[in-house]
T-cell receptor, first 117, second 114 residues
Framework: AQKITQTQPGMFVQEKEAVTLDCTYD???????LFWYKQPSSGEMIFLIY??????QNATEGRYSLNFQKARKSANLVISASQLGDSAMYFC??????????????FGDGTTLTVKP | NAGVTQTPKFQVLKTGQSMTLQCAQD?????MYWYRQDPGMGLRLIYY???????DKGEVPNGYNVSRLNKREFSLRLESAAPSQTSVYFC?????????????FGEGSWLTVV
């Protein structure tokens, strides 16, 4: 069964500093995708970044990067130069490619990030 | 850009009442999904539709039914609402079920069952 673990219920970071949000996953599939979403207090789910299991390089999108360590099954999100608008809940998610799990994405319980001025 | 649009945004139901959450996407996506999010938790998949004409159960399908009306629209019905179904419901879509396809979400529907 696929599973996502986010061990940090809450994190604080000073404005302009970098922060790492942890995510570990469990899957028996060789092909899968890892995603990070941001959920601000308004409630919408905003896609941030994607990493494929066969991608050799870590994904980057602006101030977001994904530290992908396949052997350790971790996919940590790094936010550089934090801004006050980064304060939100962050979810790690996984989608597997196998037929039995196609369409079934798994989400972690989320990490609440608070950026301090 | 509308993306994924779901209605209503807020709804209060009495136990035993029925209702349908509507969802439409304008991205020409084949696959659509319904999730629920309980307080302080991640999203759990209720039902999904790989393509027009097909629907499948997700992780928590009990108490719900779905209809893929056409390629654009995917509705979620609660036949007899229960307090345990108080949650935020998200409709979502992706190009295909492929694991590399990003899932795009609607803005959520806040449902309270009293």
């Amino acid at each position: 069964a696929q599973k996502i673990t986010q061990t940090q219920p809450g994190m604080f970071v000073q404005e302009k500093e970098a922060v790492t949000l942890d995510c570990t996953y469990d899957t028996s599939d060789q092909s899968y995708g890892l995603f990070w979403y941001k959920q601000p207090s308004s409630g919408e789910m905003i896609f941030l970044i994607y990493q494929g299991s066969y991608d050799e390089q870590n994904a980057t999108e602006g101030r977001y990067s994904l530290n992908f360590q396949k052997a350790r099954k971790s996919a940590n999100l790094v936010i550089s130069a934090s801004q006050l608008g980064d304060s939100a809940m962050y979810f790690c998610a996984m989608r597997e490619a196998s037929n039995t799990n196609a369409g079934k994405s798994t989400f972690g319980d989320g990490t609440t990030l608070t950026v301090k001025p | 850009n509308a993306g994924v649009t779901q209605t209503p945004k807020f709804q209060v139901l009495k136990t035993g009442q029925s209702m349908t959450l509507q969802c439409a996407q304008d991205m020409n996506h084949n696959s659509m999904y319904w999730y629920r999010q309980d307080p302080g938790m991640g999203l759990r998949l209720i039902y999904y539709s790989a393509s027009e004409g097909t629907t499948d159960k997700g992780e928590v399908p009990n108490g719900y039914n779905v209809s893929r009306l056409n390629k654009r629209e995917f509705s979620l019905r609660l036949e007899s609402a229960a307090p345990s179904q108080t949650s935020v419901y998200f409709c979502a879509s992706s190009e295909e079920l492929y694991s590399g396809n990003t899932i795009y979400f609607g803005e959520g529907s806040w449902l309270t069952v009293v």
